[in-house]
């Protein structure tokens, strides 16, 4: 079927892809129905309903810029916050529980893959991306899915499903919050000192100030971000003489490393927190850089569905569903369980979950709805490192499954 709009129809494009994200973002900030949904999943849907009905092409060069271009300069934007020193002396023992979680997560790829990998299309990419995903967050979820090139048949349904069972964790862990048994087996300080959490949100969610200088600076800073991780990245791809992700021309462990090493991402991660580490003063009085590179990560989220199949993809679903139901499900019981080996209070377990699987600003929020106060800070900036080790931490999953599953 010859699509309403040519693939070469550039403005064209332009404005249904721009259009279709600000939708979603609306919808998502205004109806509690589109909210529960999310915005991305809406984007994605939204995308997928004009490919599928002949009004957007599957394929074009506009789809390109955005994997190509746009997407390295989100993970940047969104990580000039990750001052490392600053995250470590402030987080204490949720950063302990934090990686606790993630181990949970590894673990739960790695099983879901045993289990599920003959029914689960490209189950090494698919553990890949939701380790990256449940370990930081949209942003690690789109820079592994981009490196495998992932095409929208994997990455929608898994979307969907990671969605779907985000929500369900943020329910269990609100209930576990709650619960007069678990406040027995674990410590819980910060629940006895909670305080009014209306206040507190109205504090932490205010409209930022932005101006011209913002926006000009955090684009300079990411597109310098980007340049430097391209040649870095080119440079050790070279010195040790690996192929793309993927395409090993050797499997073995050294190749594996060898791929994760040189990846794009990687060093977009790398050089990134060592800028907002060493200039962390200038990096902070940059606003808005946050808000950039989500609304990046929203216009990718609409071109991945654009070639999605929407009866593939909806059909993949449950598989999906229960792919990653499994890697929550070990994240959770790992962390719990060793936290409380650890003797960790409960309200760090439960944040560290959050943020591994949902990323800072979800851990943020949870911390102000239940008036933690003082946690906070800490589990946004815990997301952070998320952002900062998930995606090579999904790599290296992803890479140990082509050669070994």
């Known amino acids: ?26 919808l998502e900030q205004t ?111 789109i820079a ?19 969605n779907f069972i985000m929500a369900g964790v943020f329910i269990v862990l609100l209930l576990i919050c709650r619960s007069p048994w678990m406040r027995r087996w674990y410590p819980h300080p910060h629940t006895a000192d909670a305080v009014d ?28 971000v980007v340049a430097c991780a391209t040649v870095s990245s080119r440079l050790v791809l070279t010195a040790l003489g690996s192929a793309g992700l993927g395409q090993a ?30 200039a962390h003063r200038q990096l902070a009085r940059i606003h808005g850089a946050e808000e950039i590179g989500g609304y990046l990560l929203y216009v990718f989220l609409f071109v991945i569905g654009l070639p999605a199949d929407l009866w593939h993809v909806f059909s993949q679903v449950p598989m999906m569903f229960v792919f990653c139901l499994i890697m929550a499900a070990m994240n959770i019981l790992v962390a719990f369980v060793l936290g409380k080996l650890f003797r960790l209070d409960l309200e760090d377990i439960v944040l560290a979950v959050n943020a591994s699987i949902g990323g800072p600003p979800t851990a943020a929020a949870m911390a102000i709805s239940l008036g933690w106060s003082k946690l906070v800070l800490p589990a946004l900036l815990v997301g952070i490192w998320g952002y900062t080790i998930g995606t090579a931490v999904g790599l290296a999953v992803g890479e140990f499954l082509l050669r070994w599953l």
Not at 1 to 24: E, F
Not at 251 to 275: C, E, R
């Open 249 to 278: 021309n050797g499997d073995n462990a050294w190749t594996a490393i060898a791929q994760v090493a040189g990846n794009l991402f990687v060093h977009i991660t790398a050089w990134s927190s060592l800028i907002a580490t060493v």
């Open 144 to 162: 592994v899915a981009q490196s495998y090139r992932t095409t929208g048949n994997v990455t929608g349904p898994l979307l969907v499903a990671d």
């Open 31 to 141: 109806f509690n129905w589109a909210a529960k949904i999310s915005g991305p999943v809406l984007a994605l849907c939204i995308a997928m309903l004009l490919a599928n009905t002949g009004v957007m092409p599957v394929e074009s060069g506009v789809y390109d810029v955005v994997t190509d271009r746009l997407v390295p300069l989100a993970l940047p934007l969104l990580l000039f916050r990750a001052n490392l020193f600053h995250i470590v002396r402030s987080t204490r023992w949720l950063f302990l529980a934090f990686h606790l979680a993630s181990l949970g997560t590894v673990v739960g790829a790695l099983t879901a893959a045993v289990l599920l990998h003959a029914r689960v299309d490209q189950t090494p990419e698919v553990a890949a991306i939701m380790t990256a995903s449940y370990i930081g967050g949209g942003v690690n979820f």
């Open 197 to 224: 959490s209306r206040q507190l949100a109205a504090e932490h969610w205010r409209r930022k100030e932005i101006s011209l200088l913002d926006i000009a600076a955090a684009m300079a800073v990411s597109v310098a």
């Open 1 to 26: 079927m010859t699509p309403l709009i040519a693939s070469d129809d550039t403005w064209l494009l332009w404005t249904v892809i721009l259009v279709g994200v600000a939708t979603s973002i609306w």
